[in-house]
Every structure is written in structure tokens, then in C-alpha cells.
């Protein structure tokens, strides 16, 4: 066979060059989708900090490849016959994440916040075997989610410097939280600050109650009481108030576990801690009083009552959170 001339076989090796063949197709062609899929995405993200996402869109942007982008996919039932409290709570944390990320001075599209409502999206929601809501789930660039992409919501509460953390660990995005301005404390600050220059005015210069002990034993009292019942640990992991079962409707107020807590189980150990210290107020006054015999005995039956019931409440939530703790008192 002839040999083709020296120009003629430059030109194919050029063509042949310049088509690439079958692979160099197909990698434009991964290319192509996946610069539409992240141009839809950013133009989204441009109008709402939370993409919201139905199964369709779920199925294209998130699960189907190629995909060199992270999504935190929050799947949620935020419509008010879901009756979800904790969704809602949840919602507004993740709006701050969202918000905090998108507008950043670090924004990018290596990662991007979604959203699935089961209303939106039940066959999601099947797809994944999910039967509680909210979740937080990442899909990583790269491969399936594993283990530690799914959010420990009930360990770690959902405020949104606990999801930043998490991102963090997951993605490698450090996100700065900038919450909107809060003007609770100050105005609470003022109002503490009038009441008291009001009973300064009122009182003249007779401040005695100043120097009442009573006065600065219950404010003590109730100061100690919030803080063992957990109101600090609230303020810095931002629990849900309580847990509602999607499928019986039953709600939950005490959590089973040692390693969390629940907003309503912070009240009732407060409850329970306060009816334990007043049974040994009324306890001691019967015994140091100056009370008639009668009355003292009254004071003394309550006391001793209040302290038994409150407490064996108290030892029976101890007994719920560390399971197989042997000891209990009247109830189980």
C-alpha cells in the first residue's frame, strides 16, 4: 500500500488529534453537565441560601454523578400539619449556616446547602430508607456518604455553630457563623437596670433591702438551680425542646441517652431540684422555728414528703439515662 505524503498524514494525525477519539467525547461531555449542574446551582444559591429540592432535582444534582461539589442536604417536614416543632427550630439554624456561607467573603462552589421537605419529596425520602426528620446528611464530592456524614442531631443539638463543626470535619469549609443581631439581652439588661433605679428612687435613701439575706438567698437559689439542671449545656449545644415519634406521635421530653438532653428535660429536672430544696427549707424551719407545735409538724410531714417524691422523680430520670443503674427509690 502507498504511503500517504508527508502533508496528508499530518492533516489526519491533526484531525485525529483534535477529535480525541471516543474518551475525549465522553469527558467533554461529563464536563458539559457538570458545569450546567454547577451554574444551576450557583444561581440558585444566588437567590436563596437553601436550595430547595424535590425529588427530581434531589436525583440529578445530588445522587447522579459527575459531581466535584459537596452538598448538605437537610431533609425536613416543615409543613404545618407535620406538626415538627424541632424542624422548625432546626430550619432557622440552618438558614443562619446558610446565610453565613453564602454571604462570606470565602464562598465558593465547592459546596452547596439544600433542602428536602417529605411533602416535596416523599420518594426521597423512601429512596434513602429515612423514617424521622430533620436529618442532616452530606453527599461528598466523591463517592457515597459514609457513617460520620450523617449528623448526630440527638448528641449534638442543631445550632448552627454545631452543624459549622461538623461541615468542617466533613468538607474541609470552615464556616465563620454570623448570626442576625440579637437585641433580647440588652433590652432585658435595660429593663434590670430600670427596675432597679426605680426601687432606688422609690426607697430614697433608705437601702436596707440591699442587705436583705432572704432576698439574695433565693436569687442565689434560682441562679444555682438553672445551672444544674442544664440551662448552660442548652445555651451552648442548642437542643430541640423535645422528640416527637413521625410514626406513633409520641413525644419524647426525657432523653434516652447520657450524652444529651432535651430543652422540656431541663424544666423538669429544675422542677424536681426545686421541690427537693423547698421540702429542706420546710424541714429546717420546722425544726428551728418558733412556730406552735402543730404547725411545726405540718411543715414537717410536707418537707419530708416533698424530698421522698421529688427525688425518687429525680432518681427514676437518672435511672432512664444510664441504663442499668440498679438502684431506685418508690417508682422505676
Known amino acids: 500500500m502507498a504511503a500517504l505524503p508527508v502533508p496528508l498524514l499530518a492533516l489526519v494525525l491533526l484531525l485525529l488529534a483534535g477529535c480525541g477519539g471516543p474518551g475525549a467525547a465522553g469527558q467533554r461531555r461529563k464536563e458539559m453537565v457538570l458545569s450546567e449542574k454547577v451554574n444551576q446551582l450557583m444561581e440558585w444559591a444566588s437567590k436563596r441560601s437553601v436550595i430547595r429540592m424535590n425529588g427530581d432535582k434531589f436525583r440529578r444534582l445530588v445522587k447522579a454523578p459527575p459531581r466535584n461539589y459537596s452538598v448538605i442536604v437537610m431533609f425536613t417536614a416543615l409543613q404545618p400539619h407535620r406538626q415538627c ?7 432557622e439554624e440552618y438558614q443562619i449556616l446558610a446565610n453565613s456561607w453564602r454571604y462570606s467573603s470565602a464562598f465558593t462552589n465547592k459546596i452547596f446547602f439544600a433542602m428536602v421537605d417529605f411533602d416535596e419529596g416523599s420518594d426521597v425520602f423512601q429512596m434513602l430508607n429515612m423514617n424521622s426528620a430533620p436529618t442532616f446528611i452530606n453527599f461528598p464530592a466523591k463517592g457515597k456518604p459514609k457513617r460520620g456524614d450523617t449528623y448526630e442531631l440527638q448528641v449534638r443539638g442543631f445550632a448552627a455553630e454545631q452543624l459549622a463543626r461538623w461541615v468542617a470535619d466533613r468538607t ?4 465563620r457563623v454570623i448570626r442576625p443581631p440579637n437585641y433580647a439581652g440588652p433590652l432585658m439588661l435595660g429593663l434590670l437596670l430600670a427596675v432597679i433605679g426605680g426601687l432606688v428612687y422609690l426607697r430614697g435613701s433608705n437601702l436596707d433591702f440591699l442587705y436583705n439575706k432572704t432576698g439574695w438567698a433565693f436569687a442565689a437559689l434560682c441562679f444555682v438551680l438553672a445551672m444544674t439542671s442544664g440551662q448552660m449545656w442548652n445555651h451552648i449545644r442548642g437542643p430541640p425542646y423535645a422528640h416527637k415519634n413521625p410514626h ?3 413525644v ?4 434516652g441517652s447520657s450524652q444529651a438532653q432535651f430543652v422540656a428535660e431541663t424544666h423538669i429536672v429544675l422542677l424536681f431540684n426545686g421541690g427537693v430544696t423547698l421540702g429542706m427549707v420546710l424541714l429546717h424551719e420546722a425544726a428551728t422555728s418558733d412556730m406552735d407545735v402543730g404547725k411545726r409538724k405540718i411543715m414537717c410531714i410536707a ?14 430520670v437518672f435511672r432512664s439515662k444510664y441504663h442499668g443503674y440498679p438502684y431506685s427509690f418508690l417508682m422505676s
Open 85 to 91: 416543632v424541632v424542624c422548625k427550630q432546626a430550619d
Open 172 to 175: 474541609d469549609v470552615h464556616i
Open 248 to 250: 406513633t406521635g409520641q
Open 252 to 255: 419524647n421530653y426525657i432523653h
Open 303 to 316: 418537707g419530708i414528703g416533698l424530698v421522698v417524691l421529688f427525688f425518687s422523680w429525680l432518681l427514676s
